[in-house]
């Protein structure tokens, strides 16, 4: 039985993602660590395809409205990738976290010390422009829901501004 019930049924269809860190540890709420999201982000942009259409990254979870070429592939590198720097951070500022990642890793991942994000990416297929609004809706307020800001503008890691005209922190394309 597979693990995780959500599947990519059209790996070249836009999708809605979230990518989850092991125990909902607050790893974002450190700004190097959401800075290697973005970068990561917009290198895939750039070299692999990625169309970005929106995005938030909160202290423990991010959701992503995108698409590639093949997005289940384009997921499991983005997660990969991000992890071995999140933990090359960590391990340069000798953080304590690095146990707690250490500690929660699946047992059967034993090709790794530590375990930085969740399995899965829990997509769900966009199924036109009425879906992709909704879905934009909810991952703009997501910091509003959580009470962090009154205005999705207001949340740095957001492509919010990017919708209202205003330079956000990297590029998405608004129109479907």
Not at 90 to 100: G, K, M, Q, T, Y
Not at 130 to 141: C, G, T
Not at 143 to 154: A, E, F, I, N, S
Request: glycine residues 4%.
């Amino acid at each position: 039985m597979a693990r995780d019930r959500y599947k990519v049924l059209d790996p070249t269809a836009p999708h809605f993602l979230t990518c989850t860190i092991v125990q909902w540890l607050p790893l974002f709420a450190h700004p190097a660590n959401a800075r290697i999201l973005l970068d990561a982000l917009a290198y895939l942009q750039q070299h692999a395809g990625l169309t970005l259409y929106g995005y938030v990254i909160m202290e423990n979870h991010c959701h992503l409205l995108a698409q590639s070429p093949a997005i289940g592939k384009t997921m499991a590198s983005f997660k990969s990738y991000t992890a071995k720097q999140i933990i090359s951070g960590l391990i340069e500022r000798r953080s304590p976290v690095l146990d707690l990642l250490a500690f929660h890793k699946l047992r059967h991942k034993r090709d790794r010390e530590h375990q930085v994000w969740q399995e899965g990416s829990h997509p769900e297929l966009i199924a036109d422009a009425a879906m992709a609004s909704v879905k934009l809706e909810y991952i703009h307020n997501n910091p509003v829901k959580r009470g962090y800001v009154d205005d999705p503008l207001h949340w740095r890691y957001s492509s919010a501004r990017n919708y209202a005209g205003l330079e956000g922190l990297i590029e998405v394309t608004t129109q479907w």
